[in-house]
């Protein structure tokens, strides 16, 4: 048990740095011992740092229904993550909260025998086009990483008008910061 808990503390201090200005004098015996207790705090049981939810960026959001497209942004109103709302479902743009590296994804699946033409736009400029074939119920999903600056918007647009999205649970627009 003793060993046990000397690895514990060694593989926690490895990777954890802990601080040198505490404040001993409420009821706490010293500064290690309140270091010790932060540091604990800030570990999950498998013995990781824990990041703040702040910190955080991740989105998922389904197409509602079985849309008719315009030549317009398609709009993914089901969320069912939005860590840090940097996704607007009533306009469907992701917009990046700081700088980094971002993955996005989508997969559109039409409806029935339909084909869908598609586009992904960063601050409104084309970035890559996508197409489903007509076929029935086809798909197609793509994964995009984008270097983004604060601010830098990203959408999927629809390219062509009367084109019917499967929605419910099958078309989707998701994300994440990488670093």
């Known amino acids: 048990m003793k060993v046990t808990i000397q690895?514990?503390?060694?593989?926690?201090?490895?990777?954890?740095?802990?601080?040198?200005?505490c404040d001993a004098g409420h009821g706490k015996t010293t500064c290690i011992t309140e270091d010790l207790l932060q540091?604990?705090?800030?570990?999950?049981?498998?013995?990781?740092?824990?990041?703040?939810?702040?910190?955080?960026?991740?989105?998922?959001?389904?197409?509602?229904?079985?849309?008719?497209?315009?030549?317009?942004v398609i709009k993914f109103e089901d969320v069912?993550?939005?860590?840090?709302?940097?996704?607007?479902?009533?306009?469907?743009?992701?917009?990046?909260?700081?700088?980094?590296?971002?993955?996005?994804?989508?997969?559109?699946?039409?409806?029935?025998?339909?084909?869908?033409?598609f586009e992904w736009r960063k601050n409104d400029a084309l970035f890559s086009y996508g197409?489903?074939?007509?076929?029935?119920?086809?798909?197609?999903?793509?994964?995009?990483?984008?270097?983004l600056a604060k601010g830098d918007r990203i959408y999927i647009k629809s390219r062509a008008s009367s084109q019917k999205l499967q929605g419910d649970l099958h078309s989707y627009f998701n994300g994440y910061v990488l670093q």
């Open 131 to 147: 197409f489903v074939d007509k076929t029935n119920s086809g798909s197609h999903s793509q994964t995009q990483i984008f270097e």
């Open 80 to 117: 069912k993550t939005n860590i840090g709302n940097h996704y607007n479902p009533t306009t469907g743009v992701f917009t990046a909260p700081r700088n980094g590296l971002y993955v996005l994804s989508c997969m559109i699946m039409a409806y029935r025998a339909t084909s869908v033409n």
């Open 7 to 21: 690895l514990i503390l060694a593989f926690l201090t490895m990777g954890v740095s802990v601080s040198g200005d």
């Open 39 to 72: 540091m604990l705090m800030r570990v999950n049981k498998l013995g990781v740092p824990i990041q703040e939810t702040k910190k955080r960026i991740a989105f998922l959001a389904f197409v509602k229904g079985y849309p008719t497209t315009s030549i317009n």
